[in-house]
């Protein structure tokens, strides 16, 4: 078994319908940060449905506006911005101007760039900046019984002891994932923002609208109230 936390780097989602581009794109990436990881899809598909809906990974998508089969980068695009606005969108085109006024704002696109101007260049720069902010990337990591997780310390809600299976449960706004730990040993593996507030219960603060240590519940900012607060856990 092996847990903790680390500093992952962000994920690159390339969707392109010509193979030798996705090569070039992910070339490119690896040029900028050697370590990255990147998956690539030719279409829409549900893996990338999948990819898309896993809002628990921070991702730089990277997107052909125009695909096979009457398929657009800005549909993959409106399909993202469902789930998900922290991530960027990075358009790979062929438009004008107008194009990419019209579509930056309303999709909240990191950039457009063209294929044929100066790509390589702009693109690598775009990474750059991108890769320059200071995104939240801390996250738990655990693998253990064909168990694999990764789950950024941003999206965890709360922890609470299942006393049935005796298992730990990490709750995201979109999962929940058992653990075999305990609260002991999974806060060794947290940072600041988790705070122990019962004895079967670890909450992230940053995630935390309000506390009632009078009633013992606390609520989160997904509106889910759980009583779960206990006052000798005051912190």
């Known amino acids: ?28 990436i690896h040029e900028v940060t050697r370590d990255a990881k990147i998956v690539s899809f030719s279409k829409i598909t549900k893996g990338l449905k999948a990819e898309i809906q896993n809002v628990d990974e921070h991702k730089v998508y ?111 706004p979109n999962n929940k994932y058992k653990v075999s730990l305990n609260i002991k040993d999974i806060m060794d593996f947290l940072d600041g923002r988790f705070v122990q507030c019962h004895r079967s219960c670890i909450v992230n603060k940053n995630r935390v609208e309000e506390m009632n240590y009078k009633d013992g519940y606390f609520v989160l900012d997904t509106g889910e109230k759980v009583y779960m607060l206990s006052k000798m856990n005051r912190k």
Do not use: C, P, Q
Request: hydrophobic share 40%; aromatic share 14%.
């Open 1 to 28: 078994m092996w847990y903790g936390s680390s500093d992952e780097m962000v994920k690159f989602v390339v969707v392109d319908d010509d193979e030798k581009e996705i090569e070039h794109v992910s070339a490119l």
């Open 62 to 172: 990277i997107l052909d506006i125009e695909l096979a089969n009457k398929v657009s980068g800005i549909t993959i695009a409106k399909l993202i911005r469902e789930v998900d606005w922290e991530s960027e969108i990075i358009f790979i085109t062929n438009h004008d101007k107008m194009f990419e006024s019209t579509h930056r704002s309303v999709y909240e696109v990191f950039d457009f760039i063209e294929k044929f101007h100066d790509f390589d260049k702009r693109f690598k720069k775009a990474l750059r900046n991108i890769l320059k902010r200071n995104f939240d990337n801390k996250m738990f990591k655990y693998s253990a019984n064909n168990v694999d997780l990764n789950i950024y310390y941003r999206n965890i809600l709360y922890i609470f002891r299942d006393t049935e299976e005796r298992k730990l449960v990490i709750v995201t």
